[in-house]
């Protein structure tokens, strides 16, 4: 189950994520949207988790999770 992660303050990385949604399940792959010039990130990424009852799990947990000041 991919999962949209939106509002990621510029400093998180996606070891940040992958270290966060692996407290709830096994994370397959995780990547943060980066402006393709500056590599800037966008404020958003996608969380990939194979087992769906995990990403629920961790979607349940994480809504409005707040990492690096900003609300998930």
Do not use: C, P, W
């Not at 966060?20 to 958003?44: E, P, R």
Request: glycine fraction near 6%; avoid cysteine; aromatic fraction near 8%.
């Amino acid at each position: 189950m991919k999962i949209y992660v939106g509002n990621l303050a510029q400093n998180v990385q996606e070891e940040d994520l992958n270290t966060l949604f692996s407290k709830h399940g096994k994370v397959h792959n995780v990547k943060i949207i980066q402006d393709m010039y500056t590599k800037i990130s966008k404020g958003f990424g996608f969380v990939e988790m194979l087992v769906k009852e995990e990403a629920q799990k961790a979607l349940d947990v994480l809504n409005t999770f707040e990492l690096k000041g900003k609300r998930l």
